[in-house]
T-cell receptor, first 111, second 113 residues
Framework: DAKTTQPNSMESNEEEPVHLPCNHS???????IHWYRQLPSQGPEYVIH?????VNNRMASLAIAEDRKSSTLILHRATLRDAAVYYC????????????WGAGTKLIIKP | DVKVTQSSRYLVKRTGEKVFLECVQD?????MFWYRQDPGLGLRLIYF???????EKGDIPEGYSVSREKKERFSLILESASTNQTSMYLC????????????FGPGTRLTVT
């Protein structure tokens, strides 16, 4: 049973903002939302995580819906180096906060 | 700069062979993880360890075992490799605690023929 739902792929133009959506309708109050990305031929790397409030860091912003059933990863100005598979992941308290990975969204950046 | 290294990027083994995948981290992290990654399935947790000599089963431990004799090293063992264990294997580490950033190695692509 998938915990998160993401589009298989998205395209965006270089130097424009990118909004990557994620649905997690079965999330509970203690589950965290994480985003990782995986560049070609590399292991995944952490992007951002949050619980209830929106979060910002040097890489991206995470906008969490008020009911927490969805979230959006925002890349403010995409570059060609941001082309990767982006994973929206839950960590669930009942599973000792292990990361539950989905299939991810392949982000294609057009020059 | 944090670093997780894996012993091989590519490995080809025959069915029935015993296979060792090694992972070393230089960040003094307590937690270490082994995942496998297959197309369309995302990452699936095989085993994890919260401390030296401690191990916990993940979602798909069948056919695998692990060893953690030193804090920085976490080994994944395939006792008798089978073709359905052909996959990308990823090691990760993190600080102690429930919700911590995981740092990943580059992965080992294992092919079992």
């Amino acid at each position: 049973d998938a915990k998160t739902t993401q589009p298989n792929s998205m395209e965006s133009n270089e130097e424009e903002p990118v909004h990557l959506p994620c649905n997690h309708s079965t999330i509970s109050g203690t589950d965290y939302i994480h985003w990782y990305r995986q560049l070609p031929s590399q292991g995944p790397e952490y992007v951002i995580h949050g619980l209830t409030s929106n979060v910002n860091n040097r890489m991206a912003s995470l906008a969490i819906a008020e009911d927490r059933k969805s979230s959006t990863l925002i890349l403010h100005r995409a570059t060609l180096r941001d082309a990767a598979v982006y994973y929206c992941i839950l960590s669930i308290m009942d599973s000792n906060y292990q990361l539950i990975w989905g299939a991810g969204t392949k982000l294609i950046i057009k020059p | 700069d944090v670093k997780v290294t894996q012993s091989s990027r590519y490995l080809v083994k025959r069915t029935g062979e015993k296979v060792f995948l090694e992972c070393v981290q230089d960040m003094d992290h307590e937690n270490m993880f082994w995942y496998r990654q297959d197309p369309g399935l995302g990452l699936r947790l095989i085993y994890f360890s919260y401390d030296v000599k401690m191990k916990e089963k993940g979602d798909i431990p069948e056919g695998y075992s692990v060893s953690r004799e030193k804090k920085e090293r976490f080994s994944l063992i395939l006792e008798s490799a089978s073709t359905n264990q052909t996959s990308m294997y990823l090691c990760a580490s993190s600080e102690q605690g429930a919700v911590r950033e995981q740092y990943f190695g580059p992965g080992t692509r294992l092919t079992v023929t």
